[in-house]
């Protein structure tokens, strides 16, 4: 299984990026994102059922938004009101039976 995850780059403080995440196969029951700043371990910021049910790191709560297009089969975070802090690696996580998968992370700079 792989995961294609797009969409990082650098934007200003206060701005917005989305982020795209494409499994290779349908049916995870779980998808989320997670995020590795320089020298931090890494750390869950949302997730999202297949039955619809959202959840999110306290430090992004309405800020950023999950999302998932079953038809397309590709999931989504929206980042809004972006700060420095929110700079890192973002994984894309697919969680299925009683594995985890991870896509190869994508960069997200946010510069003050």
């Known amino acids: 299984v792989q995961l294609q995850a797009s969409g990082g780059g650098l934007v200003q403080a206060g701005g917005s990026v989305r982020l795209t995440c494409t499994p290779s196969r349908r049916g995870f029951k779980i998808m989320g994102w997670y995020r590795q700043a320089a020298g931090k371990q890494r750390e869950f910021v949302a997730r999202?059922?297949?039955?619809?049910?959202?959840t999110y790191a306290d430090s992004v709560k309405g800020r950023f938004t999950i999302s998932r297009d079953v038809r397309k089969n590709t999931m989504y975070l929206q980042m809004n009101s972006l700060r420095s802090d929110d700079t890192a690696v973002y994984y894309c996580?697919?969680?299925?039976?009683?594995?985890?998968?991870w896509g190869q992370g994508t960069l997200v700079t946010v510069s003050s």
């Open positions: 999202i059922t297949a039955g619809g049910e959202l």
């Open positions: 996580n697919a969680f299925q039976g009683d594995i985890n998968y």
